[in-house]
């Protein structure tokens, strides 16, 4: 649904949904789904739960809040929007948390909010073709504005970023890309990232249940066609890193994205983890307080300070 807004996209969907049609078992596992049933959240995170009209319910979230932020009631603070792995649930973003807290308490990290993301299982942070599960939706029309009414964020692009692993690359990419009104950072480990072919042909199930088998809906999903799409939009105005191991059997389409990028002239960061696999600790591991760094110049001093 690349370039409708947000009430255009809540039609579609919620059409898609009518279609399936009060399809009972399949739209009440769809709406369980969006409620993560382990409610202990991560050391240092807050279990959240807020209505999405877009999931049409309720949707659980994990938010971490930095360590001043009870203490510093006028300061506001840049929000990263963490996105997990194929298989993985919101508590994915804790470990990211958990460096940045220890950064900024440490005086080497910026300041800021994490907010971990329900992207169900296997979303690929797409919205379904048949409406039931809108995740690009309830993330963009929703959650955000939800974030930003909720906690005292820095509620403008260049303090938004997206971030994530694997799968959550891949939806770093895509809503990075589609959305830079939104998002001016973005931030990806180990992209996995497929065209419709390769979701074809290694993701049949994915396939089916996002894209509907349908080769035209995910190829102008993909952060390849959306990448191509904006690169003007984003070129000079967003800050962007892309991480891969180099013994990571996703190495060659990381690759291949990175000369993208460069054949549009898009900035970014491009880093090669000698002998890293598939490994989200191993690469951050790596890079150390380069990941402080990155996030110090992404939001810079006057965003990191800023109050209202």
Not at 5 to 14: F, G, N, T
Not at 43 to 57: E, I, K, P, V, W
Not at 62 to 78: F, H, I, K, Q, S
Not at 90 to 112: F, N
């Amino acid at each position: 649904m690349i370039g409708l807004k947000p009430s255009a996209r809540r039609a579609v969907a919620l059409a898609g949904a009518l279609v399936i049609g009060a399809a009972g078992p399949a739209l009440a596992q769809a709406r369980a789904a969006w409620v993560d049933p382990d409610r202990t959240p991560p050391s240092g995170m807050r279990y959240r739960t807020f209505h999405s009209a877009q999931a049409d319910g309720d949707v659980s979230y994990l938010v971490y809040l930095p360590p001043d932020y009870e203490a510093a009631a006028t300061r506001r603070y840049p929000v990263i929007y963490w996105m997990h792995g194929l298989g993985g649930r919101q508590a994915g973003g804790a470990r990211l948390a958990a460096r940045l807290d220890r950064g900024s308490r440490a005086g080497e990290a910026p300041a800021v909010i994490v907010v971990s993301i329900n992207g169900l299982r296997a979303s690929m942070y797409s919205d379904s073709k048949d409406g039931l599960r809108p995740v690009e939706s309830m993330i963009v029309d929703d959650l955000v504005p939800h974030v930003d009414a909720t906690y005292r964020t820095v509620p403008q692009r260049q303090a938004r970023a997206v971030a994530g692993m694997s799968m959550g690359g891949y939806g770093t990419f895509r809503l990075g890309f589609k959305y830079p009104e939104f998002f001016g950072v973005m931030s990806s480990f180990a992209a996995a990232l497929h065209t419709e072919a390769t979701l074809a042909e290694n993701r049949a199930a994915i396939y089916e249940a996002v894209y509907g088998g349908d080769a035209d809906y995910a190829r102008q999903n993909t952060p390849w066609t959306l990448a191509e799409m904006n690169a003007d939009a984003v070129r000079g105005r967003t800050v962007i890193r892309q991480i891969i191991g180099t013994a990571d059997g996703l190495l060659e389409w990381n690759r291949a994205f990175h000369r993208l990028l460069e054949q549009r002239g898009v900035e970014h960061d491009y880093i090669e983890v000698p002998d890293v696999a598939h490994d989200y600790d191993a690469l951050a591991a790596a890079i150390g307080n380069a990941t402080f760094e990155f996030y110090r110049r992404a939001f810079g001093e006057g965003t990191e300070s800023a109050t209202r």
